[in-house]
């Protein structure tokens, strides 16, 4: 007997549990909205030296 088929049908798992704080479309991270290579690259760099500044500062 093949006993995964017995039972009734089970309804569909794919559906999320929860919606993304960041989903696309999102009022936070809307369509099309897409900082520019120059910006991300100034945001990267800001970070970098947060980070030296923290670790030199222990």
């Known amino acids: 007997m093949d006993y ?3 039972g009734s049908v089970k309804t ?7 919606s ?7 009022e936070k991270n809307p369509y ?3 900082a520019t290579k120059a910006e ?4 990267m760099k800001a970070a970098a030296e947060a ?8």
């Open 4 to 6: 995964g088929k017995a």
């Open 12 to 18: 569909g798992k794919a559906a999320p549990r929860h």
């Open 20 to 26: 993304e704080h960041n989903a696309k479309g999102s």
């Open 32 to 34: 099309g909205d897409r």
């Open 40 to 43: 991300l690259l100034a945001r």
């Open 51 to 58: 980070k030296k500044a923290k670790k030199t500062q222990d």
